[in-house]
């Protein structure tokens, strides 16, 4: 999807232009992503604004077990940057904001080893079915 995403933007069809082209086709003026277009199109999605479900996937994923507040407080921050970001993979851990921060090895640390899997429960929470 990151993939996707950049291809976009490089041929010109960035999220605003995208946007705008959703609500003059649709009459609908709403905040989503590229993703979430291609999944209404294609998928029949709900077409929910991205920061919503951003923060319903960081709500839900709060939710899932005890965490520590120092883990609470990187689910919070890494939620805030998928705001900005609409992907974060391994990678986007080594780059600003979180590579002065330590970057994937230390991150991973607070999550006992467990980082790539919140990502990933981050990420599925983000594009569940909301219906």
């Known amino acids: 999807m990151r ?11 960035t999220d605003t232009k995208i946007k705008r082209a959703w609500a003059d086709a649709n009459n ?20 929910i604004p ?20 120092v883990q609470r407080k990187w ?19 080594d780059s600003e904001p979180f590579a002065s921060l330590g970057g994937w090895s230390r991150i991973d640390r607070v999550f006992n080893g467990e980082l790539a899997q919140v990502v990933r429960d981050l990420n599925a929470n983000i594009w569940k079915d909301a219906s």
């Open 28 to 47: 609908v003026e709403i905040a989503a992503s590229i993703i979430g277009y291609i999944r209404q199109a294609a998928l029949g999605d709900p077409l």
């Open 75 to 93: 689910i919070d921050r890494i939620g805030r940057q998928l705001d900005l970001e609409t992907i974060i993979d391994r990678a986007a851990f």
């Open 3 to 13: 993939q996707l995403r950049l291809e976009l933007d490089a041929a010109g069809f």
């Open 50 to 69: 991205y920061a919503d479900r951003v923060r319903q996937a960081v709500d839900a994923i709060l939710r899932q077990r005890q965490w520590t507040d």
